[in-house]
């Protein structure tokens, strides 16, 4: 027992030297008497575990040491009795009225034993993280939908004339369905009949629209109070829906928007890169069967599907779509 306190009290000088000394692993492994392997190793565990410096001060000995020992973590029929249950927690934390103390609850009359309330969040924090679909930014099923440009283009061709066109990407919070479509240009009215076409595809209307500060969008952005384009504030009257500019230097705002992006990247732009299409519509079949593959790719942390998430948890969320499409108005801008 003696020899698990020193192991322990040493792990805390390696990450104290580290994280508040800022000293290299040389200096960590001469200070703290343990070999610059051994500081390296921890060290590398410590990353892995997802858990910053100040956070590890809280825990217990016992805890921090079963956060590093990985091996004997995973060995733990405890832990993965605990881990296998969080593909269902992490949708049920999606619904309305679910929070982590009602799942633990939950857990401790499966298990009497098991992990006390402070381990249990800590391993499905963890747990959350390191999944494919982030649910670090919580949002209420058929409550908004981020909507962005992808910062490239894509080819086509035109009567034989090659074309470069814009990429609309959009992605509600909860379940993060995606959809993409290549549009002609960024005007006003291209972009009002993409954001139309997001809303069919989605098959409703969530309460919120979250356009990053684009120029078809925002009039005038701003970090306080942007300035709505007024056409796109009479289509959001007319879909009984909010628009919330995403704020200026605000990163977070925009995290959702821009990871469709980088998704569209590789799932939509890298598969077609050597392709030729001789319509946009014959690029927007393309993008269409891609979408599809990626919405109903299961999500290794979750197993289930964007698709699937999105009609257990966000259909019925959605306010109905009208029947008519939103008739364009012109504005004069002064």
Partial sequence: MARKRIQLKQIRKILQLKYESEL?????????????????????RFKRSGLNYVQSK????????????????QECEQYNNLTALFPEYCRLLKKTGFTKQLLWEKYLKRYPGGYRYSQFCHHLDIYQK????????QHEPGDMAFIDYTGQKISYYDNGKETEAEVYVAILGASQLTFAEA?????KEEFIRSTERVLKYF???????????????VTKASKYEPE?????ND??????TTIIPAKAYRPKDKALAENAVKLAYQRIFAPLNDKRFNSLSELNQAIAELLEKHNNRKLTKL??????????????ELKTLPSEEYPLKYFETH
Avoid: C, H, W
Avoid at 203 to 214: E, K, M, Q, S, T
Avoid at 235 to 240: A, C, G, L, T
Avoid at 303 to 316: A, H, P, T, V, W
């Fill in 24 to 44: 290299s692993i040389r200096d960590t492994a001469k200070l703290s008497g343990a070999s610059k392997t051994t500081v390296s190793d921890y060290l590398a």
């Fill in 228 to 232: 709505l384009n007024p056409l796109f």
């Fill in 235 to 240: 289509f959001s009257e007319y879909y009984r």
């Fill in 203 to 217: 098959g409703g209307i969530p309460r919120a629209l979250v356009p990053d500060n684009l120029k078809s969008a």
């Fill in 130 to 137: 390191s999944g494919e679909l982030t649910m670090r930014q």
């Fill in 303 to 316: 197993q289930i599907s964007r698709r699937e998430l999105f009609n257990e948890i966000e259909k019925n």
């Fill in 58 to 73: 809280s825990l217990t000995d016992e805890e921090l040491l079963e956060l590093l020992e990985e091996r004997k973590l």
């Fill in 183 to 187: 549009s002609i240009n960024q005007t």
